[in-house]
């Protein structure tokens, strides 16, 4: 089990957006200041520990990983037609039934995963070798996604990177927040609301809302949904995506960092292959030798 927990339940800020305000210079300020505590590709020399919760919906199966190849269908600049082999070739990378531990060293060449534990025990030397045949796997499907990203770079496409919980400020960067949804003295809730000017489909219906302590300046958590179903590409139509984290300082990083996350989409490949993702994931012990001050 993981050493930390989000609030239980997660807040849900629908109702504020009913009546959202223009946002102000000051609240213009303060998220200038919770993006500051935030940090970019440097953050990616760290090493952290993922706990992964059992999936809540899958039983005893072992779903595919389509996280990644979510991102890149997410991505504002994804090309039109993207190969789905992007989505079919993301290979299985944990057991859906049991708690998950696993360690990513950044010190390595290239960063390397580690399993340390499943359900609590240590894990088989079958389940070790089947681990690592899923994390290579892995590597080259990203890898061929990365080509097709490149196929396109005279057209300014590119592949998001993997996702790291100590970088985080590029994705937000990117959707500075547009309205005001709430003003207090313990937190500050500020959004982006959907472009509809947005030539890309999943602009059009994504909307973002970031929680901010006004005290310290301290981005708390965001929330990262869409709000009607869209097609990003050929061959795919996601009905519903929601990515939810939380954030606390780091002492040894000094900076704010994710410490949880949960994704949940569904969708739909070809108009045939039905997608059901829950994805739960505790981040903790981060390292981060020869960077502690970014």
Known sequence: ???LRPPEPLLDYSELWRNPQAIAAEEQSLWTAALALLSGAEGAGCSYARWTAPCPDCGASRPLDYAYA???SLAA???RL???SVWFDMPVVH???SWVLERFDAGQEPALWTL???GGALPTTRQRADYQAEKSASAAAIARAKRVAADNRDEGKHAPDAFHPAVVKPLLGSHPPTVTLR????EVVLGTAPDSRSRHPAAKGMQFTYSIDPATAALKSFDQRILRPYSPHWGLKFRSFRRSAVLQRDPRTQRHV???QEEVFTARLTMVFAIANHTTHWYGDFGCDGCATF
Request: avoid cysteine.
């Open 77 to 79: 600049d994804t090309p």
């Open 95 to 97: 057991d859906a039934s």
């Open 70 to 72: 979510a991102r890149i």
């Open 1 to 3: 089990m993981p050493k």
């Open 82 to 84: 993207l190969p789905l």
């Open 258 to 260: 994710v410490v949880f």
């Open 116 to 118: 340390a534990t499943i």
């Open 183 to 186: 003003r207090g003295a313990a």
